[in-house]
Structures are given as structure tokens and as C-alpha cells.
């Protein structure tokens, strides 16, 4: 009898364990999509951010290269317009980056709003 109680007792225990486990997998898919998706943006936003300045170092060394000519005003030329497409590539990561988190935000809350509503 003690034996068939402990079997018992040790299947129940197993048994809500198994669930109780499946349960927490399904539910924490909200939060992996938002942190996959927070980790795309961020990689988005630092790829964006490394090519805008690879591409103002090359219009200040083009702007350098045109000063040392004496071509003044063309050197400031391409000082600003590598100013404006690194700016405008800062502007466009950000923006991505902000899009990828709202949206893996809006995920996570969707996910939690259907666990809690049972």
C-alpha cells in the first residue's frame, strides 16, 4: 500500500511538473520574439552607423586632399555632404531600430495579454 501511494504521489508530482514546464515554453515566446527582434535592430542600427562614417571619412579625406589643392569651397562642400549622409544614416538606424523594438514590444504584450486572460 506505503508503495502504490509513492508511485502515486511521484506520477502526480511528475506529471504537473511536465505541464507545468510545457506551459512556461509556450508563454515565453513573446519575450524571445521581442529579443530577437530588439538584437536585429540594434545590428541594423550599428551596421548603418559604421557605413555612414566609412562614408564621411572618405568625403573628409576627399576634403582634405581638395585644402591641400587651395580649392577651399570645395572642400567644405564635401565636408557637409558627408556630414548630411552620415547624419541621415545615424536618423535611419535610429528609426529602425525604434520600429523592431515597438514592434517585438507590441508582441511580447499581445503574448501576455493571452497568457493572463484564461
Given at each position: 500500500?506505503?508503495?502504490?501511494?509513492?508511485?502515486?504521489?511521484?506520477?502526480?508530482?511528475?506529471?504537473?511538473?511536465v505541464t507545468a514546464s510545457a506551459d512556461d515554453?509556450?508563454?515565453?515566446?513573446?519575450?524571445?520574439?521581442?529579443?530577437?527582434?530588439?538584437?536585429?535592430?540594434?545590428?541594423?542600427?550599428?551596421?548603418?552607423?559604421?557605413?555612414?562614417?566609412?562614408?564621411?571619412?572618405?568625403?573628409?579625406?576627399?576634403?582634405?586632399?581638395?585644402?591641400a589643392d587651395g580649392k577651399y569651397k570645395l572642400?567644405?562642400?564635401?565636408?557637409?555632404?558627408?556630414?548630411?549622409?552620415?547624419?541621415?544614416?545615424?536618423?535611419?538606424?535610429?528609426?529602425?531600430?525604434?520600429?523592431?523594438?515597438?514592434?517585438?514590444?507590441?508582441?511580447?504584450?499581445?503574448?501576455?495579454?493571452?497568457?493572463?486572460?484564461?
Amino acid at each position: 500500500m506505503k508503495k502504490l501511494i509513492v508511485i502515486g504521489l511521484s506520477v502526480l508530482v511528475l506529471g504537473s511538473a511536465v505541464t507545468a514546464s510545457a506551459d512556461d515554453r509556450s508563454f515565453d515566446r513573446g519575450r524571445r520574439i521581442n529579443q530577437r527582434l530588439d538584437a536585429r535592430g540594434t545590428r541594423i542600427n550599428q551596421h548603418l552607423d559604421a557605413r555612414g562614417d566609412r562614408i564621411n571619412d572618405r568625403f573628409d579625406a576627399r576634403a582634405a586632399r581638395a585644402r591641400a589643392d587651395g580649392k577651399y569651397k570645395l572642400a567644405e562642400r564635401l565636408d557637409r555632404k558627408g556630414d548630411r549622409i552620415e547624419r541621415h544614416l545615424d536618423k535611419k538606424g535610429d528609426r529602425i531600430e525604434a520600429r523592431l523594438d515597438r514592434r517585438g514590444d507590441r508582441i511580447d504584450r499581445r503574448f501576455d495579454h493571452n497568457r493572463y486572460r484564461h
